[in-house]
């Protein structure tokens, strides 16, 4: 995923401190006092299928702006910010600061429910006005990011209603949208000025009581409100009650569903807490499509083929459900013809799909969008690993066709010159030049900073190729289709004979970036190569080596390893693909370091990737952060448009939790091989986790710096093997 900026402008400006909620295809980004500025590219507001619904919310007080004193989210779905006034004149004395008390609470359930509480601290009454300004631009989530449009629809000035105030716009797709804000009480006066309306309070404050004020914004898409509340000052309240109980309960009844995680360290404890609740607010269900999780906030909310399937098997230890969803999902919307506009073929597993104005009027191709040379395989390695943690045969059936035809794909339009590898070119007027995951404009170029000519075999594109024939036989072999398996395998050993003669490079004892359209070798030093280390295509001491490489001093940046090394001219720490460090891109290397035996240099990915969270609000790890050289003080670098949360660094930490304990599964049974805790944990309880039809619970305690392994509990039909 990136800014598209084959054809985007460079014209965002977000806040390096965002505040998020998200429910659904509902999401609201703000600035951490909670107000969302009007500024048009600022990429803060309330978004509802991938259009900004809300793109003003300020809080006066007699016409200042308020004092912003603290924020907090509450696990990923209920946000409260803290404010206060500023000195306030008055004819007689003034309101002296900090003597009046706001509390902001907001939460997210199909539309924004907004409770103000004030509170005066002056020991007599006092007269404000408290204003909201309001305003929504209605612009489609790609206009923000700088899509560039010959004209729009019709943008309706604010119109004062009964219950508040109704904004309006008529897209060129002919879809009318709309956001209706109610409010309780309802204020003294609406006033309009442009596009922006202005609701105004006239509130009597005594000393030590609490006031109370509700609004609710709900976005409506097509369907022009004929009704509304009236002005009963207890609808919006209620409306915010219910909410907030019916979000609360949501979430119970998911983390009862989920792996439970305990631990002496209760930083990693608290992490693991947060990536369950952030995963429950990026799982999205769409009418007639299922449940997946969206990629990421604000930019990718709508959902990704590659990274929903990472995420899949990133979170098995989580919950396989996330991975079950996915499948089915991508399943439904598996390619079905040649169609260049939105780079499709038949056996293709989308890239994106998206829900607004410019993909209505076919502006642009995500309708969805398959320009992803990878999702494919990513889809056959998932299906395999969710069969062997849940052992559920009807669904491995239920998708066999869609098995058949990813790899029909592969074999027919992923390998289209027949040369034995993948690889991948834009067909599209407005894809994507690059289809790796590194798919900037520049995610894939040379040495000397050159962009090479396509077609591009990236290299770990071929691995997945490698481990996905692997699996396919395997499940294969399950459905009772031996001559199938035995094909598959033949193909993964035919490739992996191709691939050592064409991606290794000797003397540098390590593999190249990719081939590009004349089959010659790019030697870039990035971190594709480490995502070879999980699939099996490279001989151990080859491996190794690769491994080794990655974290020499060029690579490796004190927090993770680098997409790209320092040492060559295209490198910038700062970059989105060449330079910077991604937590996702860390882990799928520690899980190949796992499968090698590398436990040193395991244990210092994993250390420092927990250390950078540390540094980041709520300990959660970003999409990306900068790749800058760690120094004795201070922490990693934001990147300054970086999604938070954004799936597959949610999916990092337990992953990585994954990785230490040796947890892998086979149908009903658990397998514990070498487990290990770092240093900074002594102690870690997984409770709940979910195998085939049963439960487990396990302990694992360090002693003498040695990991030891026992089970608590079992449920079901399960059993535990442990390995030392």
């Avoid at 300004?133 to 790609?142: P, S």
């Avoid at 004979?497 to 870039?524: M, N, Q, R, S, Y």
Wanted: charged share 20%; proline share 6%.
């Amino acid at each position: 995923m990136v800014l598209d900026i084959t054809y985007f402008g460079e014209s965002v400006n977000t806040p390096l401190s965002v505040e998020v909620l998200k429910d659904g295809e509902l999401f609201v980004t703000s600035q951490p006092n909670g107000e969302i500025s009007a500024t048009a590219h600022s990429g803060l507001g309330l978004y509802y299928q991938d259009t900004r619904f809300l793109s003003c919310l300020r809080i006066f007080l007699d016409n200042q702006s308020t004092v912003f004193l603290s924020s907090s989210i509450r696990e990923s779905h209920f946000a409260q910010f803290e404010l206060t006034n500023p000195a306030l004149p008055r004819s007689g004395a003034a309101i002296p600061p900090q003597t009046l008390h706001i509390r902001v609470l907001r939460v997210l359930d199909g539309a924004l429910l907004q409770r103000l509480r004030l509170i005066n601290f002056n020991p007599v009454r006092v007269d404000v006005n408290l204003e909201l300004e309001l305003g929504a631009d209605f612009l489609d989530i790609f206009e923000i990011r700088g899509f560039e449009r010959a004209r729009r629809g019709e943008l309706f000035a604010p119109a004062p209603a009964s219950d508040g105030v109704l904004f309006g716009y008529r897209g060129l797709d002919g879809v009318g949208r709309y956001t209706r804000v109610s409010f309780s009480p309802f204020p003294e006066e609406i006033s309009v000025d442009g596009f922006l309306a202005r609701a105004r309070f006239s509130l009597s404050l005594p000393p030590g009581k609490k006031v109370y004020l509700y609004m609710q914004a709900r976005p409506m898409v097509n369907s022009r409100p004929k009704s509304s509340f009236g002005k009963d000052k207890h609808v919006v309240s209620a409306v915010f009650r219910s909410a907030v109980k019916r979000k609360y309960l949501g979430y119970q009844q998911w983390k009862e569903e989920c792996a439970s995680f305990s631990s002496d360290n209760l930083y990693i404890a608290q992490m693991l807490q947060r990536t369950i609740t952030d995963l429950y607010s990026l799982r999205t269900t769409y009418p007639d499509l299922g449940t997946i999780v969206q990629a990421g906030v604000p930019w990718y909310a709508a959902p990704f083929g590659r990274d929903a399937l990472i995420v899949g098997w990133q979170t098995l230890l989580i919950n396989p459900v996330i991975a079950k969803e996915t499948l089915s999902f991508l399943a439904a919307l598996q390619g079905k013809e040649d169609n260049p506009w939105r780079d499709e073929e038949p056996g293709k597993i989308l890239h994106e799909l998206r829900r607004g104005e410019l993909a209505s009027c076919g502006e642009i191709p995500h309708t969805p969008y398959y320009g992803s040379v990878d999702a494919t395989l990513w889809f056959i390695i998932l299906l395999s690993e969710t069969y062997r943690w849940t052992g559920d045969r009807p669904f491995l059936e239920r998708l066999a066709g869609n098995l058949a035809r990813a790899l029909q794909w592969c074999r027919d339009y992923g390998d289209a010159d027949g040369d034995g590898f993948i690889e991948y070119s834009c067909r599209s007027a407005r894809g994507l030049v690059n289809q790796g995951w590194k798919d900037s404009w520049d995610g894939v170029i040379d040495l000397e900073g050159n962009i090479p000519r396509g077609p591009i075999a990236l290299v770990e594109v071929q691995a997945y190729y490698y481990l996905a024939l692997s699996r396919a036989a395997e499940m294969f072999r399950a459905l009772g289709e031996e001559r199938a398996a035995e094909e598959a395998e033949a193909k993964a050993r035919k490739l992996q004979e191709k691939f050592l003669k064409a991606f290794w490079l000797d003397e540098e004892e390590f593999v190249a970036f990719a081939l590009d359209g004349d089959k010659k070798p790019i030697k870039t030093p990035v971190s594709n190569a480490g995502h070879c280390l999980f699939t099996g295509i490279l001989p151990a001491e080859k491996a190794r080596a690769v491994a080794r490489r990655l974290f020499k001093p060029d690579m490796y940046s004190g927090w993770g390893i680098r997409t790209m090394s320092k040492s060559v001219k295209p490198y910038n720490p700062m970059s989105y693909h060449n330079g910077s460090v991604w937590p996702h891109d860390n882990a799928i290397v520690a899980y190949g370091l796992r499968t090698l035996n590398l436990f040193n240099l395991l244990e210092q990915v994993i250390t420092n990737l927990f250390e950078a969270a540390m540094y980041f609000p709520y300990h959660r790890l970003p999409e990306v952060f900068c790749g800058f050289t760690r120094r004795a003080e201070g922490g990693p670098v934001l990147y300054p448009t970086a999604c938070n949360p954004q799936a597959w660094a949610v999916g990092t930490i337990p992953l990585l939790v994954q990785i230490m304990l040796g947890i892998s599964c086979r149908h009903q049974e658990v397998h514990i091989c070498k487990p290990f805790l770092p240093s900074w944990i002594q102690e870690m309880v997984v409770q709940n986790l979910r195998v085939g039809s049963g439960r487990v619970d396990l302990e694992f305690t360090r002693k003498q710096g040695k990991t030891y392994c026992g089970v608590l509990k079992t449920t079901g039909d399960v059993r535990v093997v442990i390995e030392t």
